[in-house]
């Protein structure tokens, strides 16, 4: 072998042993597979998973779970939609993969489910799940703000925590900022290292936060590696959309968008207020919350999202929205407010942090309840007319509570 040809060789071995040795390269297996919720969680969910480049068709079986060994001839086999990715961050090892997704329709509600994916001799394990029933009695689900920093070491414990104590959760809901920097493969590794089988046994529903944005731009990784529902306006598929799930509906408004909704061009406001309206104004359901990642009161003293008051707050009152549920200040707030002189209607407005990244609260006027320095869950219950709310810090201790009744 002569110099040149051998150093070429020693080249591409060298980039081959560091592209396997990269903890968040995908291998023929499939990996990060998730469920997540859909329009119409009772009759369907949606499933995502990876696989590096050489599985170039993803498969899906599904069948009732079985009361003993799963037979191969009683599921339902699916070709899933496969979508080729390339995830770039900096300097850091270039990430190829096929992502593949599939909507199991047709479901029926409250029946436990296994399923697995994969293809050739290459498949998951068997995972279970549970559509919620159309019936009227008891839910809970599980509200996290913002995990973003120290996933794997830190926000894992809590994830975790969320799941021992209410494992029969209908669903796990982030308020945004699951990741620090927008676009980094390694980060998404902790992410799902963190929430691991949790997150392919209860569906995962989530609305984007400010770091899944990098320079106006929505991570690639949201859309390809969750599938979550495109009801809502034009372009914000996946970030701003309407769920019902039992007698609830679960809005997500996307205030991540073009730098935070304060783009002087932007139209992401005006769309996502008409939409809003017109969901509202058509909804039928007993509850509704809303879901966004940038707090309508802040706790933080130097902190304020008027803009999001300004335009979201006069829609909320009208349609007399519950609960809002938010993050983005990495504290604790809890409380009742409006803008509006005359009172009326006041929403229930949120603000919690699950990761360890910490800023400190300011004294205001807005807040019945808030809290610093702690790493939290919230557990949610709707039991017909009566909504329970509980907050737990990361070693389980009841941190805050309310009810609201209709
Ligand atoms: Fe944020």
Redesign the pocket.
């Known amino acids: 072998m002569n110099k040149r040809l051998y150093f070429t060789v020693s080249i591409l071995l060298a980039s081959v042993i560091s592209i396997t040795a990269q903890v968040n390269a995908p291998t023929a297996y499939p990996d990060r597979v998730i469920l997540n919720l859909t329009e119409d969680p009772s009759t369907s969910v949606a499933v995502t998973w990876r696989t590096d480049i050489s599985m170039n068709e993803g498969f899906c079986e599904i069948q009732s779970v079985p009361s003993g060994p799963v037979k191969g001839g009683d599921s339902k086999s699916y070709k899933a939609r496969t979508t080729s990715m390339v995830y770039e961050y900096e300097n850091e090892p270039v990430i190829r993969a096929n992502q593949h997704s599939h909507l199991f329709t047709g479901l029926t509600p409250g029946e436990k489910y296994i399923y697995r994916v994969g293809n050739d001799d290459y498949w998951s394990e068997w995972f279970e799940f549970q559509t919620p029933t159309n019936e009227d009695e008891k839910f809970s689900f599980i509200y996290m703000g ?1 995990p ?1 920093t120290d996933l794997k070491s830190q926000w894992s414990r809590v994830v975790r925590a969320a799941y021992k104590h209410e494992p029969n959760s209908g669903f796990i809901l982030y308020c ?2 699951l990741i620090n920097r927008a676009g980094r493969d390694t980060e998404w590794h902790e992410w799902f290292h963190a929430g691991s089988f949790i997150y392919s046994t209860i569906p995962q529903v989530m609305t984007p ?3 899944e944005y990098r320079r106006m731009v929505l991570d690639p990784h949201w859309n390809a590696q969750f599938t979550l529902p495109a009801n809502g306006p034009e372009g914000l598929e996946g970030s701003c959309y309407a769920v019902d799930y039992k007698n609830m509906k679960l809005i997500s408004i996307n205030s ?1 968008a073009e730098s935070e909704l304060r783009h002087k061009e932007g139209t992401k406001m005006e769309a996502q207020k008409v939409w809003l309206d017109s969901v509202l104004s058509a909804n039928t359901q007993e509850w509704v919350i809303v879901t966004t ?2 707090p309508f009161y802040s706790p933080k003293e130097n902190r304020d999202n008027k803009h999001l008051r300004e335009n979201f707050q006069p829609i909320l009152e009208k349609h007399n929205v519950d609960l809002v549920l938010t ?4 504290s604790y707030g809890r409380g009742r407010a409006t803008d509006n002189p005359a009172g009326g209607h006041q929403v229930m407005y949120v603000v919690s942090v699950s990761g360890p990244k910490m800023y400190e609260v300011g004294d205001k006027d807005w807040m019945e309840h808030s809290g610093a320095d702690t790493q939290l869950y919230q557990v949610i219950s709707i039991e017909g007319k009566k909504l329970t709310y509980e907050s737990y810090s990361a070693d389980g201790k009841l941190f805050d509570q309310f009810q609201l009744a209709k």
Do not use: I, S
């Open positions: 913002d973003q945004g900022d936060g400010n770091h991540a990642h940038l993050g983005h200040d990495h």
